[in-house]
Nanobody, 123 residues
Framework: QVTLVESGGDLVQPGGDLRLSCVAS???????ISWFRHIPGKGREGLSC????????YYSRSTAGRFTVSRGDAVNTVYLQMHNLKPEDTGVYFC?????????????????WGRGTPVTVSS
């Protein structure tokens, strides 16, 4: 079992950037890690998935080229870099280990996830 902790959420103005971090308690080398968000009134939305075996990243269309996933120098850290944030990006962001469907972040099945980190985009 892996414990995940998200951080980096903040209040940011429209057009701003944020980098979220996902730190796992254990070894992630055999997992894929997904980012998803929960938006009030809209529900859960899958954003991306990175295969930790080879670094392949898949993105949902909703990221529209504004979000980038990367691994940290530590094997148990994954980042979500977000650019040009919009008010509709407001929500709670989670990282999760993946059971299946990493290649389609809108349909990814999650195994476990953290408590999330809140992102608010507002002027």
């Amino acid at each position: 079992q892996v414990t995940l902790v998200e951080s980096g959420g903040d209040l940011v103005q429209p057009g701003g950037d944020l980098r979220l971090s996902c730190v796992a308690s254990g070894d992630l080398n055999h997992y894929a890690i997904s980012w998803f968000r929960h938006i009030p009134g809209k529900g859960r939305e899958g954003l991306s998935c990175i295969r930790l075996t080879d670094g392949t990243v898949y993105y949902s269309r909703s990221t529209a080229g504004r979000f980038t996933v990367s691994r940290g120098d530590a094997v148990n850290t994954v980042y979500l870099q977000m650019h040009n944030l919009k008010p509709e990006d407001t929500g709670v962001y989670f990282c999760a280990t993946v059971i299946a469907r990493c290649e389609d972040p809108t349909r990814t099945l999650y195994r476990e996830w953290g408590r999330g980190t809140p992102v608010t985009v507002s002027s």
